[in-house]
């Protein structure tokens, strides 16, 4: 599946509930649309639903009700296994920090999102000749000339350079979307600057779609479209 | 997508934890492996104490105290057997050969046999193996002595060697029969039965010696002694009856349990060497229970490892998740790590129970005279493995069904 170029929805939610059993809803979503090739930027503070909005669209939590549409595909209408093999092919995410597998190496690491998808590690191969060359390519990219041993463990990484490692793992085979749950936030400002350059030179050269999901409104105008998670929750709206 | 390998760097990654693992699913195994071992092969050579022997015959007593006192010259007869009936019975039709046993002597805590050259003849151990000489020869005279393996070695003794011969089986044995030394004249090979720690004499040597010893107790026999049958066997505590064919065992069997002289007892050797094995084979199951209990202990150790250490991987599984990893990829990654665990553990177990075998084979054979052949392993043990492999694989099951529940709860973001 390659990214559309026309404005057609990339991820749709329509009137999307969710609420862990015996509790009330998290997430009372009437719409949200995400367009192919947008840089949007989701705020909210902790608590307002971010990271089951995030398991929602990456088919890991179901709703209770309403319909979401990742890539023209109904995540609830796929069994289990099929629903991991879609977020293996399709999404690639960067979490806040201990993004990294503590056992694997560098190189280990932004590879491993190819064990798990035979389209990601074919789209590697068709780019770079070998799933390894692509992960050296955008590691080189990211690090620029002063990157560590590919080789070593990934313990023994500052936190940006862990970051920098996650985010070529979440670009390697260029799924189409990119999810960033504050990426930043363990970052120090100047490499957080850095890593936000980083971050969209690349989504851009992968033609991905980019949701930023941050608690922090100073990233906004960085980005061509920003949606405030607290007034889209209804359930959130209702509580406070 | 390569779980094992995946298993493997986690595990490398954990190894201390793994490593004592391992060893104790090791240990667990090389002493369930090592009891078997060591069992079946007791049983064995337990079973493979007499062969090629019919019958065996002694006064009436029971047939496992027959059985103990003719073989494995332990414990002692009630009565003897009248050499008339001894000739009586070694002349039936279908007996092709009889060995005679007199028992009731020993030599510094090793029993005396009084017999003839037909022990060395007909005796049968194992898979019908024959007594031989390792050095010099079975008796020429009246005051030969043939050693056991065992004795020789144990003594010192060499061909030519003078040996008293006491009465009675203690060490400290009442009377020495000092004038009537035996000599060495052979030495057999060792053949890991009761015959090693024997000392095989003539019948003759046996009445010349309690004669002397007798005269000098009671004057009165001196005469009667001298005058009839000097020198001359009255009596053996039991024989060894080998047949022209097996059918007639049975037969003979039954006319010498009825016999009208005497009380006499004929039992099977087989069907004795049963009766005597399931006696003890109690403390075999005993020990086998126990093994098996200490593997389970170390598969519950390894469970106990496993489950306490899922609360750390849980960002890990998270991670996993957010790739793309399914519910099966992570409880395949669990069930993998327990399945290796116990692999690994069984594999370090055999090696630890065969270089042990290896370092401990000659010394049990010298000690207990129980050779444990380093065999590969049989479709007994190989069962035991596979059941003990398919428990790991079965325990792995638990902490990954809890790491399961956990990633329903912690999706892609676990907060630890």
């Known amino acids: ?240 | 997508m390569n779980l094992t390998r995946l298993a493997t760097r986690s595990l490398i990654n954990r190894r201390a934890t793994a490593i004592l693992t391992i060893f104790s699913i090791a240990v667990s195994v090389m002493l369930l492996l090592g009891v078997e071992k060591v069992r079946t092969n007791a049983r064995e050579s337990f079973a493979n104490t007499i062969s090629g022997t019919d019958l065996i015959v002694g006064g009436r007593s029971g047939s496992v105290q027959l059985l103990l006192y003719s073989i494995f010259r332990m414990g002692s007869a009630t009565s003897d057997i009248a050499w008339e009936s001894y000739q009586d019975i070694a002349t039936q039709p279908g007996v092709k050969w009889t060995v005679p046993l007199a028992l009731g002597d020993s030599h510094r805590g090793f029993r005396v046999i009084g017999t003839n050259a037909d022990y060395f003849r007909f005796y049968r151990y194992g898979r019908d193996r024959e007594l031989k000489m390792s050095e010099g020869h079975p008796f020429t005279d009246t005051m030969d002595v043939v050693l056991g393996a065992q004795v020789a070695d144990t003594l010192g003794y060499k061909i030519g060697d003078q040996v008293v011969v006491s009465h009675g089986v203690k060490t400290t044995s009442y009377g020495d029969h000092k004038d009537k030394p035996f000599r060495v004249s052979g030495i057999l090979k060792p053949t890991g039965t009761p015959v090693d720690r024997s000392l095989h004499i003539t019948l003759e040597g046996v009445e010349e010696m309690h004669e002397d010893w007798q005269n000098k107790m009671d004057v009165s026999s001196i005469k009667k002694r001298r005058e009839g049958k000097a020198r001359e066997t009255e009596s053996v505590t039991a024989f060894l009856v080998g047949l022209e064919s097996k059918t007639l065992a049975f037969k003979l069997q039954r006319y010498i349990n009825e016999y009208p002289e005497e009380s006499l007892l004929a039992i099977f050797p087989g069907v004795a060497l049963h009766e005597l094995w399931s006696m003890m084979n109690v403390a075999e199951r005993v020990l086998l229970a126990i093994s098996t209990l200490v593997v389970a202990a170390s598969l519950i150790g390894m469970l106990a490892v496993s489950l306490a250490g899922l609360n750390e991987r849980r960002r890990e599984i998270a991670i996993l998740r957010s790739l793309g990893a399914s519910h099966r990829h992570i409880v395949g990654l669990l069930v993998a790590e327990s399945t290796m665990l116990t692999l690994t553990g069984i594999i370090v177990g055999l090696i630890l129970l065969y270089s042990g075998l290896l370092l401990a084979q000659p010394l049990i054979e010298t000690y207990y005279g129980l050779l444990i052949p380093l065999s590969w392993l049989n479709a007994r043990e190989l069962y035991m493995i596979l059941i003990l492999t398919g428990s790991g694989f079965l325990i792995g099951l638990i902490p990954a069904w809890r790491a399961y529940h956990n990633s329903l709860l912690d999706g892609m973001t676990a907060r630890i």
């Open chain 1, 1 to 240: 599946m390659s990214i559309s170029k026309t404005a057609s929805p990339l991820v749709q939610l329509e009137s999307v509930k969710f609420g862990w059993p015996g509790r009330e809803a998290v997430i009372d979503f009437q719409q949200l649309e995400i367009v192919a090739g947008e840089h949007c930027f989701i705020q909210g503070p902790s608590g307002s639903g971010k990271s089951t909005l995030l398991n929602l669209i990456g088919g890991v939590l179901l709703p209770q009700s309403g319909s979401i549409q990742v890539l023209d595909q109904d995540i609830a209408s796929l069994r289990a296994a099929q629903r991991d093999l879609f977020r293996a092919d399709h999404i690639g995410f960067i979490f806040q920090q201990f993004n990294l597998i503590p056992y694997l190496s560098i190189l280990e690491n932004v590879m491993l999102p190819c064990r798990f998808s035979a389209k990601r590690r074919d789209q590697s191969i068709q780019r770079s000749g070998s799933v390894e060359s692509e992960a050296h390519y955008l590691l080189s990219h990211l690090y620029g000339n002063s990157g560590p041993e590919l080789s070593q463990n990934v313990a023994e990484l500052s936190v940006g350079q862990q970051q920098r490692v996650a985010a070529a793992r979440a670009l390697m085979g260029q799924p189409e979307l990119i999810i960033a749950d504050e990426p930043t936030s363990s970052l120090d400002i100047e490499n957080r600057e850095a890593f936000m350059n980083l971050l969209f030179d690349e989504v851009r050269q992968a033609q991905s779609t980019l949701l930023f999901v941050s608690h922090d409104p100073a990233y906004k105008q960085q980005f061509n479209r920003c949606i405030d998670l607290d007034t889209l929750n209804q359930s959130v709206r209702g509580r406070r």
